[in-house]
């Protein structure tokens, strides 16, 4: 019991001293002055249309922290949330995704760029400015700006969320339905929501190949999200048969491991030469006609 209360003090002390690089690095007022927190570093994903063409990428944050190195969303985002630091890091995002889309589109490669919501987020009264803020002062083509937010996230408080939605949307940004499948999936509330994508997630992809009822799963959610004019994209795309069997469904565009991990800008543009100009007009994959 000692050696137990001994570790979770340990630990305690762990997140402690994650917390208070957080407030430095994320610009929390009672954030200390005198410490090293590393920087915010954004990672991005390609992701490719039916003819291999990249279409977009999503931006994945990662924190390159002294002590510990790089670590990946799911060493720290909740602990972000938890101490109310979403609005720092979604503001570090956004800017350095929305950069990188500018430069990349000087440099021949147009592409969608998306950028990851959490509820807390799209909540927040300060998301509209600096969302306008960003497109002004980037010069970003607002349709080339995708916001990724979760079906969860849109549950906890659905009104509300739909009109902040419809207000993103008014300015022209895509909006994305990512992690579609992972939850209480309802295809009932999309025909309220602005959305232009439908994002399925990972366990769906995992097992398209192996279980017959999600590929009918799969095969159904992306004939009505066409009806409804989303284009459908699907993530964890590790293997061939798997991208063969989502094209064969209807899924329009793929993202995952077997084209790419997420890279560093310079290795994401590397890639990007490597791979061929993205399409030279970065509108919304046409959804197949009902
Ligand atoms: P997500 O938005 O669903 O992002 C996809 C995750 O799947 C990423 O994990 C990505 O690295 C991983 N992934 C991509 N392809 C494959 C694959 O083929 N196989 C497998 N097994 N995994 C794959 P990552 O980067 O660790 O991000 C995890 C989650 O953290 C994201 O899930 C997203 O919900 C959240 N996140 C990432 N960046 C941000 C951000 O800037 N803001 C917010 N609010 N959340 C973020
Ligand atoms: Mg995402
Ligand atoms: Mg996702
Ligand atoms: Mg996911």
Not at 10 to 31: M, T, W
Not at 67 to 75: A, E, I, V
Not at 122 to 136: A, I, M, N, Q, Y
Not at 144 to 153: G, M, P
Request: one cysteine or more; proline letters at 4%; hydrophobic letters at 45%.
């Amino acid at each position: 019991l000692a050696a137990h209360d001994a570790a979770a003090a340990r630990a305690d002390e762990q997140r402690g001293q994650l917390v208070e690089e957080l407030k430095v690095l994320l610009h929390s007022p009672d954030a200390a002055d005198d410490l090293d927190a590393g920087r915010v570093v954004v990672h991005y994903q390609p992701q490719l249309d039916a003819d291999g063409q990249v279409a977009g990428v999503e931006a994945l944050v990662r924190w390159d922290n002294p002590r510990l190195g790089l670590l990946t969303p799911d060493r720290f985002l909740d602990l972000v949330e938890d101490y109310a630091l979403m609005p720092g890091l979604t503001t570090e995002v956004m800017w350095q995704a929305a950069e990188q889309a500018v430069r990349w589109t000087q440099q021949g490669h147009r592409l969608r760029m998306s950028v990851n919501l959490s509820a807390s987020c799209l909540d927040h009264p300060g998301l509209l400015l600096l969302v306008d803020e960003v497109l002004t002062r980037t010069g970003l083509t607002p349709t080339d700006l995708v916001l990724e937010v979760t079906e969860t996230s849109l549950m906890a408080n659905p009104q509300a969320s739909i009109a902040r939605l419809h207000d993103l949307a008014a300015r022209g940004v895509d909006i994305s339905i990512d992690d579609y499948g992972s939850g209480y999936s309802s295809l009932a509330y999309l025909h309220d929501l602005p959305a232009t994508e439908l994002k399925l997630d990972r366990s769906l992809t995992a097992q398209v190949t192996t279980n017959p009822r999600t590929a009918d799963i799969v095969a159904g959610t992306v004939a009505l999200a066409h009806r409804l004019g989303l284009r459908v994209i699907a993530e964890g795309v590790e293997d061939v048969t798997m991208l063969t069997t989502l094209h064969a469904l209807g899924c329009d565009e793929t993202q995952g491991y077997l084209h790419a991990r997420p890279m560093t800008a310079d290795d994401c543009r590397a890639w990007l030469d490597a791979t061929g100009p993205a399409r030279t007009t970065a509108t919304a994959t046409a959804a197949a006609p009902a």
